[in-house]
Each structure stands twice: as structure tokens, then as C-alpha cells.
């Protein structure tokens, strides 16, 4: 039971590394994003034991497909590996405009409510705002920001108003912004 909890502990550890570098600092170890954010597998490996973080193929493999928000994808080949979304650094990820569900969900904290019914929901330090497609994932979402608080948006309408939406490989959907009018608080 105790050996669960350490590789446990070791993956999430992982994990939050790569979100790290593969979202926000790349360069911080020495990896340059390619277009649509892909990295070489053995360029990232390799990086990683430069800096004191060494990271087996095994465990790698095992976060990008355990990973319960599926942050992560390999491509087709397995031989790159890129994060799906979140990214702060500039990076085209390639992905194409596609047509929304009727309604999309934001999970956010209490505390940004009012900000968001006056302006609307900003990417802020990110690429996109982060869409749910169900009520529970945006609800998760925002207990990471305090006491949650859920937004239903109306994407067909945005769709419809020229917005462009996109989905990762994880199911997150993307958009540059959510106006005021699209939101309404459940």
C-alpha cells in the first residue's frame, strides 16, 4: 500500500513538472515547442536528467495515459509529446475551428463572480479560456479557485456570432473570450 503511494506521489510530482515545461517554461530546461507544441519524447527525457529531474520512458508513458485531466498527448508516432492546452508561452497548437455544443460550462471561485458578469470570462495568462462540457468538470475546476461557482455558456449563440471554439485532444474546449451577454450563473 505504501509502494502505491509513492509511485503515486512520484507521477503527480511528474505531472506538475511537465505541466511546468511543456506549458509555461520550456526553456527553462533547455526545450524548444515545435508547431503545435510538440517536443521530442527523447529531447524531453534528456532535458530532464540535465536538470536533476530524470524521468524514465516507462513513467512518462504512464502519466500521459493515467493522467485523470488527460493533459497530455503523444502523437501518432509515440516518438513526440506535447501538453493539450494551458499554455502560457506562445505556441500554435494547431487546432481547427470546429462548432461548439449548444451549451458549455466555467467553473471558477467565488471571488472572481462579479468581474465576470461585468466583463466576461478573459484568458488572462493563458492562450484560451478553458470550457467544460459538463457541469461536474467546471464545478471541480472551480474548487481549485475557492468555492465554486459554474457559468453555463451559450456557445451556439457565440458560435453563431462568428466565435471561433476549438477542442483538444483532451475534450477541453477553447475560446479567446466569453462575453458578458453568453453567460449566465447556475
Known amino acids: 500500500m505504501q509502494e502505491r503511494k509513492s509511485i503515486d506521489a512520484r ?41 536533476q529531474f530524470p524521468i524514465t520512458l516507462k513513467e512518462l508513458q504512464t502519466v500521459v495515459t493515467t493522467n485523470d485531466k488527460k493533459r497530455f498527448s503523444f502523437d501518432s508516432t509515440g516518438t513526440f509529446i506535447r501538453a493539450n492546452q494551458g499554455h502560457s508561452v506562445e505556441v500554435d497548437l494547431q487546432l481547427e475551428p470546429v462548432a461548439p455544443p449548444n451549451l458549455l460550462y466555467h467553473g471558477t471561485g467565488e471571488k472572481a463572480v462579479e468581474s465576470i458578469l461585468e466583463s ?16 461536474p468538470t467546471a464545478r471541480t475546476v472551480g474548487a481549485r479557485h475557492g468555492k465554486p461557482v459554474v457559468f453555463a455558456v451559450d456557445a451556439a449563440s457565440m458560435h453563431q456570432a462568428g466565435y471561433n471554439f476549438y477542442c483538444s485532444d483532451n475534450g477541453v474546449w477553447l475560446v479567446d473570450a466569453v462575453p458578458p451577454q453568453y453567460l449566465q450563473k447556475i
Open 11 to 51: 507521477l503527480v510530482k511528474i505531472s506538475k513538472y511537465l505541466s511546468k515545461h511543456l506549458r509555461h517554461q520550456p526553456e527553462r530546461i533547455g526545450i524548444k515547442l515545435a508547431p503545435g507544441g510538440w517536443v521530442s519524447v527523447n529531447e524531453l527525457l534528456t532535458a530532464c536528467a540535465n536538470n
Open 120 to 135: 466576461g470570462i478573459a484568458k488572462m495568462s493563458r492562450h484560451h479560456v478553458h470550457l467544460s462540457q459538463d457541469i
